[in-house]
């Protein structure tokens, strides 16, 4: 849960957490939305369950939609300075 909070953090300081908001917005982010099990999510995250949210995430980055969204998100980590 740390490295998703630093990783939020690093992306609010460099100014791309609009960029993760089209992103999220995008039609591959609303096909990936409604993919979730809401309740799952919502539920790990309460509790803190690391490998129930890595199980979530591992299904998702196994679509083409999450492969896509990823290799965009790795790239805006890239863009040092960028923002």
């Known amino acids: 849960m740390q490295n998703l909070e630093k990783l939020g953090e690093e992306l609010q300081?460099?100014?791309?957490?609009?960029q993760l908001k089209t992103l999220a917005a995008s039609a591959d982010g609303q096909?990936?939305?409604?993919?979730?099990?809401r309740t799952a999510l919502a539920e790990a995250v309460r509790k803190g369950d690391a490998d129930a949210l890595r199980s979530i995430m591992g299904r998702l980055l196994s679509t083409a939609e999450g492969q896509r969204?990823?290799?965009e998100v790795q790239k805006m980590l890239r863009e040092k300075g960028h923002g």
């Open 13 to 18: 300081r460099r100014g791309q957490t609009e």
């Open 31 to 37: 096909k990936l939305s409604r993919m979730v099990d």
């Open 69 to 71: 969204l990823n290799a």
